[in-house]
């Protein structure tokens, strides 16, 4: 499934933690998905999702790079 999200030029809006869940998830301004059969996302937003989350289970660690950075721009890497 992650092979097939497109996140350039996207914007973290929000991360929350539950510990006690081991959970993360993320809030993108909006997640593209690319179209079935494609390996390029090719400007296809049918299937967009604003404000859409990216969640993790069972999450043991979770780090940002650089220390301290408060995640409000754009997705470099995942």
């Known amino acids: 499934m992650i092979d097939r999200i497109y996140l350039g030029d996207?914007?973290?809006?929000?991360?929350?933690?539950?510990?006690?869940?081991?959970?993360?998830?993320?809030?993108?301004?909006?997640?593209?998905?690319?179209?079935?059969?494609?390996?390029?996302?090719g400007f296809y937003d049918e299937e967009d999702l604003e404000d859409g989350y990216l969640v993790f289970s069972s999450v043991s660690n979770f780090q940002i790079i650089p220390p301290g950075a408060i995640p409000d721009d754009y997705i470099v890497d995942y």
């Open 10 to 41: 996207r914007t973290v809006k929000d991360i929350t933690l539950s510990g006690w869940d081991k959970i993360v998830r993320i809030k993108i301004d909006c997640i593209s998905r690319l179209k079935r059969g494609t390996e390029k996302w």
